[in-house]
Nanobody, 121 residues
Framework: VQLQASGGGLVEAGGSLRLSCVGSGDIFSINVMQWYRQAPGKERELVAAINKDGNIDYADSLKGRFTVSRDNTKITVYLQINNLKPEDTAVYYC????????????????WGPGTQVTVSS
C-alpha cells in the first residue's frame, strides 16, 4: 500500500499547478486524505484535508488559492494551487489517516514521498 504524489515542478509566480496523489496496492477506501507541505527550514504544515464524503478543511492562512478534491473511484486526491507565490515553495506530501484494505483491516498514518514545488519570483 502506498501513496504517490506527482505534478510538482518549477513555475513562475502567478502560475498554477495541479498536484495529484494516487493510492495503490491493497486499498478498499481511505477516510481522510490530506496535503501537507514543508518549506526549507520550516516544519511540515497542513494545507488541506478532504474526507471520503467530500468534506473539506483548509489551513486558515492558505484559504483562497488552494482547492482540494478527490476521486474515490481512482483513490486519488488533487490539490489545485493558483496564483503561486515564492513562499509556496516546498515539498508537498499527501497523507492518509486511515486506509481500509480489502479485508477491511486498517492501516494508519500513510505518507507519500512528496513532490517538489518551486516558485520563482
Amino acid at each position: 500500500v502506498q501513496l504517490q504524489a506527482s505534478g510538482g515542478g518549477l513555475v513562475e509566480a502567478g502560475g498554477s499547478l495541479r498536484l495529484s496523489c494516487v493510492g495503490s496496492g491493497d486499498i478498499f477506501s481511505i477516510n481522510v486524505m490530506q496535503w501537507y507541505r514543508q518549506a526549507p527550514g520550516k516544519e511540515r504544515e497542513l494545507v488541506a484535508a478532504i474526507n471520503k464524503d467530500g468534506n473539506i478543511d483548509y489551513a486558515d492562512s492558505l484559504k483562497g488559492r488552494f482547492t482540494v478534491s478527490r476521486d474515490n473511484t481512482k483513490i486519488t486526491v488533487y490539490l489545485q494551487i493558483n496564483n503561486l507565490k515564492p513562499e509556496d515553495t516546498a515539498v508537498y506530501y499527501c497523507h492518509a489517516d486511515s486506509v481500509f484494505r480489502r479485508d477491511l483491516t486498517l492501516l494508519y498514518d500513510l505518507w507519500g514521498p512528496g513532490t517538489q514545488v518551486t516558485v520563482s519570483s
